[in-house]
Nanobody
Framework: QVQLVESGGGLVQAGGSLRLSCAAS????????MGWFRQAPGKEREFVAA????????NYADSVKGRFTISRDNGKNTVYLQMNSLKPEDTAVYYC???????????????WGQGTQVTVSS
């Protein structure tokens, strides 16, 4: 079992930045790829970014490429999502997830956090 807790969400103006964190506990963090997903009201959960076990490979949704950066610190059992140049359409609940592969499909991931709200005002 892995427990995931997200933090760092909040209200920000368009063009601003936020950094989300996801702290993991339980089984060894190093054996899991990590991903970030988001879900806006009335919409399905969508892939945002993912990172491999070592952090050497990353994957991003087209909508966030060049604006968001995923990283991980295995010594701190934490994965981060740096979000720059935020847009109102980035407003959503953001979830981190852990699984065996850093794919873009939610079904790839075995463990999920409770989510953190990000609201971008225009």
């Amino acid at each position: 079992q892995v427990q995931l807790v997200e933090s760092g969400g909040g209200l920000v103006q368009a063009g601003g930045s936020l950094r989300l964190s996801c702290a993991a506990s339980g089984r060894s963090f190093r054996i899991y790829a990590m991903g970030w997903f988001r879900q806006a009201p009335g919409k399905e959960r969508e892939f945002v970014a993912a990172i491999s076990l070592t952090g050497g490979s990353t994957n991003y949704a087209d909508s966030v490429k060049g604006r968001f950066t995923i990283s991980r610190d295995n010594g701190k059992n934490t994965v981060y999502l740096q979000m720059n140049s935020l847009k109102p359409e980035d407003t959503a609940v953001y979830y981190c997830a852990a699984g065996p592969n850093y794919g873009g499909r939610a079904s790839t991931y075995d463990y999920w956090g409770q989510g953190t709200q990000v609201t971008v005002s225009s």
